[in-house]
């Protein structure tokens, strides 16, 4: 349990790429987050192998895969590059964790999707579909918790609801049913895994997030990381 000493939860912070690569222990940090980055490509992997829908932004990934003949990942990691280009004009930060969450959460899924097997009855199914999303939510946290950035779909709908001046929240929200929409009309794998991990997920994090977060105690040439970089991230 990552904690700072007396027991309260450790602060989420919003550090600058110079801050991370100054942060106190960024070798343990950079495990934590390449753990929490693989754990949830495999356990979206998990939830399109159920055959019982996919997460929002994979059903859109999985109908463009189809369409174009391209595995899921490598959708996945196209699209996070495409939505990096759009953090420019919202002057989002990128950080190590940004350009780690493009890519390699992409390889995950599909080196999860190669080794795990589809499943053939529906026990099958709910088991891969439930442990997915319990998968996903405690590897989205310990990725949070590492502290080294937000990913690129996080930074995108943090970077809207700054420029709209509207919390960030609704605008997930409306991002998210977009995007799913939009991958169920070009023949996504839209099911009720789909809404138990759109309901579900949040839960899991806010539940795993202060077990995890490794507090910021010292960042090298800033000697107090102070209040005015907190930040609340989800998604990776």
Do not use: K
Request: hydrophobic share 50%; aromatic share 4%.
């Amino acid at each position: 349990m990552l904690r700072p000493r007396g027991g309260a939860p450790a602060r989420l912070q919003n550090l600058t790429l110079r801050d991370q690569l100054g942060v106190d222990r960024l070798g343990l940090r950079l495990l934590q987050m390449m753990a929490g980055l693989t754990g949830f490509g495999v356990s979206l992997a998990m939830l399109l192998e159920s055959g019982l829908g996919g997460a929002p932004w994979d059903v859109l990934h999985a109908a463009l895969a189809d369409r174009l003949g391209l595995t899921v990942g490598t959708v996945s990691i196209a699209v996070s590059f495409v939505l990096l280009v759009l953090w420019v004009p919202l002057r989002e930060q990128i950080g190590i964790g940004t350009v780690a969450n493009s890519i390699w959460v992409g390889v995950s899924i599909d080196l999860g999707m190669l080794v795990l097997p589809e499943a053939r009855s529906l026990a099958l199914a709910v088991l891969m579909m439930a442990a997915g999303v319990v998968l996903n939510g405690i590897s989205g946290a310990v990725y949070i918790g590492a502290q080294l950035g937000a990913g690129p779909r996080d930074g995108l709908m943090t970077g809207l609801g700054r420029v709209l001046s509207r919390p960030v929240g609704p605008v997930r929200i409306v991002l998210e049913v977009l995007v799913l929409v939009t991958g169920w009309a070009l023949g996504g794998p839209l099911g009720v895994g789909t809404v138990v991990y759109a309901i579900a997920l949040g839960p899991v994090i806010q539940l795993a997030l202060p077990h995890v977060t490794m507090p910021v105690r010292a960042v090298r040439g800033r000697e107090d990381p102070g209040p005015a970089h907190r930040s609340s991230q989800a998604r990776p």
